[in-house]
């Protein structure tokens, strides 16, 4: 959506990645392009079966103090509570006797109305018990729907009433079929709510919306990468964690990766190694519905936006030769152990972790029912014979490409010699 800029001479960074994050409109005009250029992104993607989905900031407007003209053109006065590009005025905003902190923002994330009817960081909070704001949103979610986008990340759903979310995500267009998606195919949300068993928003409150963030995921694969004996309980609903067909999961997110919002206990980009494996076992593993970062590099400024041209506006992706990326862009969903494990979880969706897991501490193995069969090692290299539980025959390792032969038996001899991609996969179906 159209969102604020900060330009240069101000005294914040110029043109940080989350000014993003403080919308002015609805438009489809960003620091990634116009309205145009958005349509016809969408539907080359849907055209390749690639689907889009938004990331809609709809829990709030620009923070107080911000005026002036948003990415779009539309201009703004957040004080005023003034965004005519939407349009939306005051009443549009939670009124402020509702917010119960001294300064109303929020500041006690252990009482939910606190959480819900204050602003977030000074970003102004629209008031989603208004039949006004329902359909604004709705109206925008339906407006993406139409061009062809596929669903929703909700930002700062845990800074929104669920019955207010339910009431927008109602109101909002069933899939467009003229972008390939069958008849009556509802959007698939997925709603960010930040919970760490630390405060009185749970994932729990937000079943029945669509899929929830499972931030807990985040901690659970960084301590299980350093030491293996952890990744069995990665799943652990003694702590809270949402139910397997609930769990939005994700190794590492654009805030935590940077420090910012659930940051601790992460694993990023900047460690390869243990990155690879934890993305690798994340796509491996059976439990919730799993998303891969990609990134640019941010090197130590947690602020800097992505690479730019002259005039600010988002710089392209170069792909090498060798598929990889260059001009700052990391992709990490083009290295080849991350990219070829994407294959694996499409190729054994539905089937659980098999009986015959593997663990000693340096390296992990198991399979998904009888589909597929993954290993991977920390340190070294890796030549064993194991019970893959797979149907005799020979299959395409899919990092290498090399063949490997399943015995009668199901064991086969599992071999890693390339330490940079220390993963090892096989399936049935699937192609290297
Ligand atoms: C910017 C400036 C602010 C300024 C504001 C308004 O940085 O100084 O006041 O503009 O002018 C992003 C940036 C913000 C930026 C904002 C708007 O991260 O820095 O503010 O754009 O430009 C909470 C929310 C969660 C949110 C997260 C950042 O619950 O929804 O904060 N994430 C989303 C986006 C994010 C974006 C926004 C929302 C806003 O993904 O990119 O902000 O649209 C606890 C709570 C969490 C809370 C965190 C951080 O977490 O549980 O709910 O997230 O704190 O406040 C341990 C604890 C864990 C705790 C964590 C703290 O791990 O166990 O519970 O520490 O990291």
Redesign the pocket.
């Known amino acids: 959506m159209e969102h ?1 800029v900060i330009p240069e001479g101000t005294s914040e960074p110029a043109y ?1 990645w ?5 919308p002015i409109s609805y438009k489809f005009e960003s620091r990634s392009g116009n309205h145009d250029e958005f349509v016809d992104m969408v539907q080359r993607c849907n055209a390749v079966g690639v689907r889009i989905f938004v990331d809609a ?1 709809v ?2 407007m ?5 005026s002036g003209t948003g990415s779009g053109g539309s201009s703004f006065d957040s004080d005023q509570h003034d965004f005519p590009g939407v349009p939306y005025t005051d009443v549009d905003f939670t009124p402020r006797e509702m917010c119960n902190s001294g300064d109303g923002n ?1 500041n006690n ?1 252990g009482d939910p109305e606190n ?1 819900r009817n204050c602003n ?4 102004t909070d629209l008031y989603g018990a208004s039949s006004e704001v329902r359909q604004k949103v709705a109206d925008y979610f339906s407006s993406a729907v139409d061009i062809g986008v596929a669903g929703f990340r909700v ?5 929104m009433w669920p019955d207010d979310l339910k009431a927008m995500m109602d109101l909002t267009n069933n899939l467009n079929t003229d972008q390939g998606f069958p008849a009556n195919t509802r959007p698939f949300f997925y709603h ?8 009185a ?1 749970t994932v729990q409150q937000y079943y029945g919306l669509g899929r929830i963030t499972e ?1 807990r995921y985040c901690q659970k694969i960084t301590w299980g990468i350093d030491d293996f004996s952890q990744l069995w309980g990665i799943y652990d609903p003694g702590w809270g964690m949402a139910d397997p067909d609930k769990a939005f999961v994700f190794v590492d ?4 990766q940077r ?7 992460t694993i990023t980009y900047k460690q390869p190694h243990n990155y690879r494996l934890g993305v690798a076992f994340t796509l491996a593993q059976p439990y919730g519905f799993t998303r891969i970062m990609s990134s640019y590099d941010f090197g130590t400024d947690t602020d800097v936006g992505p690479p730019h041209k002259s005039d600010w506006s988002t710089d392209d992706v170069v792909v090498t030769a060798d598929g990889q990326c260059s001009n700052g862009w990391v992709c990490e969903h083009r290295w080849p152990s991350i990219t070829k494990m994407v294959r694996f979880r499409n190729a054994v969706a539905g089937a659980l972790t098999a009986d015959n897991k593997y663990n000693d501490g340096n390296v992990v193995a198991f399979s998904r029912g009888n589909l597929g069969f993954f290993a991977m090692i920390k340190q070294g290299t890796l030549s064993m014979n194991l019970q893959t539980g797979m149907p005799a025959g020979t299959y395409s390792e899919l990092v290498t490409c090399a063949d490997v032969t399943v015995n009668g038996d199901g064991t086969a001899q599992i071999t890693i010699t390339n330490e940079e991609e220390p993963i090892f996969a096989i399936c049935q179906g699937c192609s290297c």
């Open positions: 604020l940080p989350w000014q993003r994050y403080q900031v829990n709030h620009a923070g107080l103090g911000r929020v994330y959480v977030l960081v000074g970003l930002d700062a759903a845990k800074h960010e709510v930040i919970d760490r068993n630390d405060g928003v931030f997110n654009h805030d935590n420090g910012h919002g659930g940051a601790g206990d």
